[in-house]
C-alpha cells in the first residue's frame, strides 16, 4: 500500500515535466517580427536545445497552407502555387524543387505540427515574395524591405579621455545629441540589431539602447568633462566615434565629416559598374603536408582539423546557400600563403576564410579568435589611394569599366573595412556555439591574409594546448559547431554584401 | 628530594652550553671579517664586465601577453655590438616567473643597421622548434621586435631574417617580409625589474 502511494505521488510529480518535454519551454527572449507593416511577437518553444515554431502561426503570419500527408508523414507547405514539402524522417525540405537542410525535421506536439525557426529563412524565404531575413543571435525576423541595421559599440581606450565607437552597419542617417551626462545617437530605420559591451568602461558607464525607439544611449561618467563625437562613413559603415576627457578639461567639439565631394561632371559617359552578386566563398585549410601546425603529445594535429572543418562547412555552404566554394586544398599537402590567395583571388572569391586552430604557451588559454589585418604604413597609403588610383578603361558597351590598380603583396588593403563587418559577424556567430576567446577579434600582420583581394579573417577555432579544449576538437559536435558558426556568418555577410551593390 | 637535587644541576649545565655557543659564534664572526682597506673596489660588483640594464620582452606563464622586464645586459662598445649583446640575452632563459616567447635553441647568426634606422635581426633554429599558433608566433615577433627598439632609440624599425634570407612568416602565420615597427598591443603591465 505505501509503496502504490510513492508510485502514485512520484507519478504525479513527473507529469508536469513530461508535458513540458512534449511542449517545450519558451526561449529567454521572444523572436520579433518586423516588417513595414508594424512589429510583433512570434511565439516559439525550446525542445531539447532546438527552437521549433508552430506551422499554424506559420500559416496565419505569412498566409500560407499547410496539409498533411497522413500515409507518408510529409508535409506540404503552399505559397501562391509554390510548395515546400517536409520531410517527418529527414532535417531536409523540398523548397520550390531545391533541397535545403534544416536543424530537425518536422514533428508533432499533440495536435500542432512544428518546425525550426530556421525553416522561415532557409525554406520560406525562398519561395516567398518578400526578403525573409532571420537574425536569432539578435531575436529578429525580417520580412521585406526593412532597414535594420546592426549597431555596435565598443570602448577603445580606457582612459581618461576615454574613446568608444558606435558603428552602424549598413549605412543609415544618423544624429548624434549630447545631453547632461548622456550621448544618444537616433537612427533612421524600421528596427536596430543592437550588440553592445556590458558594463562600465573608464568615464563612459553605458552603452545600451535608448529609451525612445531607434536609439543608442551612450550613458557617462559623473566624472566625464564635455564629450566630442565625430561622425564618418566608409565603406557602407558609419562610425561615431566618441572622445569623453575627464570634468574640467577643455570643452570639445561635435562634428560630423561631409560627405565626398561630387566628382565634376564631363561629358563622358558615366563609368559601368558589374553587378556581380555574392556567390563563391574561399575555404583555406591552415597549414597541410609538411606543415603541421600546432599538435598535442597524442598525435592531434592542426593541419588535420582544419581541413575537416573546411569540408563540413564547404558541405553546409553548397546545400544551404547554394553558393560555390571553392577549396585552396582538399588533402594532405603543402601550400605557401601566396598559392593560398592566389586560389582565392583568381577565383574571384567573395570572401576568404583561412581555418586555423591555436597553440598558446601555456594550458591555460582557451576559446575562439578572429584576425583582422591590420595595416603598417605602407598598407594604410593603398587604403587612402585605392580609389584613387582606379582606372576607367573602355568598356564594350562604350561606357567605361573600373580597374583597381593595388600592389598583389596589399590587395588586401582595400577591403578591410568589409573584413572587419566580417570579423564581427563570425565572431556572433562563434560566440552562440564554442567559447570565445576574451581577445575574440584581433588585429594582425596575417601573411595569408595580405594577398586575398576580397573581405578575409582567420579564424582560429580554438587552443590545442588546452587540455579541455583539444578534448572537445576531436568531436564532431566541436567540429560541427564551428562549421555551422561559419556557415550562418557567411550567410550573414552574403546579405550584407549584396546589399551594398550598385542597383 | 632527588628532583630537587637533579633540576638546579640541569639548567646550570644549559646555561653553561648556551654561554659556549654563545663566545663561539662571536669568535667566529670577528675571525670572518674581511680587512678593511679603503681602496678596495665596491664588493656589490658581481664581475668586472660593466653592464647597462635593458628592457626586455617575456611571455606571460599562461603565453596570452608580453612583459617588459629590466635586465642586466653586458655593456658592448657601440650601436650594433650592444644590439648583440641585448638579442643574446632576450634568447636565453628568462627567470622565474616569466616564460620565453622565443623558442629554446634560436641563436643570433646577425646584427646589423642600415642608416636609415631599419635593424636586421638574423636568427637560426627558430622556426624548427617553434610550437605555433598565432598568439604565440605574435609574441614571437613582438618580443624581438620590441626588445631591440625599447633599448635602440636609433632604430625606427626592425626586420627579423632567417638564416639569412627574408622569409614570409615564422609558422605559418604572422607577416615578416618587411621591416616592423615598435608594438605594445600585447604588451601587459609595467616594467619590473628581473634577475
Known amino acids: 500500500m505505501r509503496h502504490t502511494v510513492a508510485v502514485t505521488a512520484a507519478i504525479l510529480l513527473l507529469l508536469p515535466a513530461l508535458f513540458v518535454q512534449a511542449q517545450g519551454t519558451p526561449p529567454p527572449s521572444p523572436l520579433t517580427l518586423i516588417a513595414r507593416e508594424g512589429r510583433r511577437a512570434v511565439p516559439t518553444v525550446m525542445v531539447s536545445g532546438q527552437e521549433l515554431i508552430a506551422l499554424d502561426e506559420v500559416a496565419t503570419i505569412f498566409q500560407v497552407t499547410v496539409a498533411e500527408d497522413a500515409p507518408t508523414g510529409g508535409v506540404t507547405v503552399t505559397y501562391r502555387n509554390r510548395t515546400i514539402v517536409l520531410s517527418s524522417t529527414q532535417p531536409i525540405a523540398s523548397a520550390g524543387g531545391r533541397v535545403v537542410t534544416l536543424p530537425a525535421p518536422v514533428t508533432r506536439s499533440g495536435r500542432r505540427l512544428m518546425v525550426p525557426v530556421e525553416f522561415l529563412s532557409r525554406a520560406l524565404g525562398p519561395i516567398y515574395d518578400r526578403r525573409i531575413e532571420l537574425r536569432r543571435a539578435s531575436r529578429l525576423l525580417m520580412v521585406g524591405d526593412v532597414t535594420v541595421p546592426r549597431v555596435g559599440g565598443r570602448i577603445d581606450v580606457v582612459g581618461p579621455p576615454t574613446r568608444a565607437t558606435i558603428e552602424i552597419s549598413p549605412t543609415v542617417p544618423s544624429t548624434v545629441t549630447v545631453d547632461v551626462g548622456r550621448i544618444i545617437v537616433r537612427i533612421e530605420a524600421d528596427a536596430l540589431d543592437p550588440a553592445f559591451p556590458p558594463g562600465a568602461s573608464g568615464l563612459i558607464d553605458q552603452i545600451r539602447t535608448g529609451d525612445q525607439p531607434n536609439t543608442v544611449a551612450v550613458i557617462l561618467d559623473g566624472a566625464a568633462g564635455m564629450p566630442r563625437t565625430t561622425t564618418a562613413t566608409a565603406d557602407g559603415v558609419t562610425r561615431i566615434t566618441i572622445e569623453v576627457p575627464a570634468a574640467g578639461a577643455a570643452p570639445a567639439e561635435t562634428t560630423t565629416t561631409a560627405p565626398p565631394p561630387t566628382p565634376p561632371t564631363t561629358s563622358d559617359p558615366p563609368p559601368v559598374i558589374a553587378r556581380r552578386q555574392f556567390s563563391l566563398v574561399a575555404i583555406d585549410a591552415g597549414h597541410g603536408g609538411d606543415d603541421i601546425g600546432v599538435r598535442t603529445a597524442d598525435g592531434l594535429q592542426e593541419k588535420e582539423i582544419t581541413l575537416d572543418v573546411a569540408r563540413r562547412l564547404r558541405q553546409r555552404l553548397e546545400t544551404r546557400l547554394g553558393v560555390r566554394v571553392i577549396m585552396t586544398r582538399e588533402d594532405d599537402r603543402t601550400l605557401s600563403l601566396d598559392e593560398r590567395a592566389a586560389i582565392a583571388n583568381n577565383n574571384k572569391a567573395d570572401v576568404f576564410l583561412s581555418l586555423h586552430v591555436n597553440g598558446a604557451l601555456g594550458p591555460g588559454m582557451a576559446g575562439a579568435e578572429i584576425y583582422v589585418l591590420s595595416l603598417d604604413d605602407d598598407g594604410e597609403t593603398v587604403r587612402r589611394r585605392s580609389a584613387a588610383e582606379a582606372v576607367a578603361l573602355p568598356a564594350v558597351n562604350g561606357g567605361k569599366r573600373i580597374v583597381e590598380v593595388v600592389p598583389w603583396n596589399l590587395a588586401q588593403a582595400a577591403h578591410i573595412d568589409q573584413s572587419v563587418s566580417l570579423a564581427t559577424m563570425l565572431e556572433e556567430e562563434l560566440r552562440r556555439r564554442v567559447p570565445m576567446s576574451p581577445r575574440a577579434v584581433q588585429r594582425a600582420g596575417m601573411r595569408v591574409l595580405t594577398a586575398a583581394n576580397m573581405p578575409a579573417a582567420i579564424v582560429e577555432m580554438a587552443y590545442l594546448t588546452n587540455g579541455d579544449q583539444a578534448s572537445k576538437a576531436r568531436g564532431d559536435d566541436f567540429r560541427n559547431g564551428v562549421a555551422d558558426a561559419l556557415y550562418e556568418a557567411v550567410a550573414r555577410f552574403r546579405v550584407f554584401a549584396d546589399a551594398k551593390l550598385p542597383q | ?195
Not at chain 2, 25 to 50: G, V, Y
Not at chain 2, 101 to 118: H, N, Q, S, W
Open chain 2, 1 to 195: 628530594m632527588t628532583l630537587r637535587r637533579i633540576l638546579p644541576a640541569a639548567v646550570g649545565v644549559a646555561l653553561l652550553a648556551l654561554l659556549a655557543w654563545g663566545v663561539t659564534s662571536l669568535l667566529e664572526r670577528l675571525a670572518s671579517r674581511a680587512p678593511e682597506t679603503p681602496n678596495a673596489p665596491a664588493a656589490a660588483a658581481p664581475s668586472e664586465t660593466p653592464h647597462i640594464s635593458a628592457t626586455l620582452f617575456y611571455a606571460t606563464p599562461e603565453g596570452d601577453a608580453l612583459l617588459p622586464a629590466r635586465r642586466e645586459v653586458p655593456f658592448a662598445d657601440g650601436l650594433v655590438a650592444q644590439g648583440r649583446q641585448i638579442l643574446t640575452t632576450q634568447f636565453e632563459a628568462p627567470p622565474e616567473p616569466y616564460v620565453s616567447a622565443i623558442p629554446a635553441g634560436t641563436t643570433l647568426r646577425a646584427f646589423y643597421v642600415t642608416a636609415k634606422g631599419d635593424a636586421f635581426v638574423d636568427v637560426s633554429g627558430i622556426a624548427a622548434t617553434h610550437p605555433g599558433g598565432s598568439l604565440t608566433e605574435l609574441l614571437t615577433v613582438q618580443a624581438i621586435v620590441n626588445a631591440v627598439i625599447a633599448n635602440l632609440p636609433a632604430v625606427q624599425r626592425v626586420q627579423i631574417l632567417v638564416d639569412g634570407k627574408e622569409v614570409d612568416t615564422i609558422a605559418g602565420h604572422v607577416d615578416i617580409r618587411r621591416p616592423l615597427v615598435r608594438d605594445m598591443s600585447l604588451i601587459r603591465a609595467k616594467e619590473t625589474a628581473a634577475q
